[in-house]
């Protein structure tokens, strides 16, 4: 059992930089805050697939998920919305 947990630790070392890549080219295009807390992102996101593939739960680890997942995290990481100037 701990050696299944260190592969999967492996894993991760893996998959993590795809999506830092992702999340800092964001921040580079100014999509993503230049303040957000990337690591929590990552640990959120990671977070909850392991959740659901340790936990024995019942509930699918399918695309919709990563769907559901991403519109949960995506207010926190949004630049704010530039208030219109009054004329």
Do not use: C, M, N
């Not at 990552?42 to 593939?53: E, K, M, P």
């Not at 769907?67 to 995290?73: I, P, Q, S, T």
């Amino acid at each position: 059992r701990v050696e299944h947990l260190h592969r999967l630790r492996g894993q991760r070392r893996v998959l993590q930089p795809g999506l830092r890549q992702a999340l800092d080219h964001g921040v580079a295009l100014g999509q993503i805050r230049p303040d957000a807390d990337l690591e929590l992102v990552l640990d959120v996101v990671y977070g909850a697939f392991w959740y659901r593939l340790l936990s024995g739960t019942t509930a699918p680890l399918d695309a919709a998920f990563a769907r559901a997942l991403v519109e949960f995290v995506r207010p926190t990481l949004a630049q704010a919305k530039r208030a219109k100037s009054a004329r």
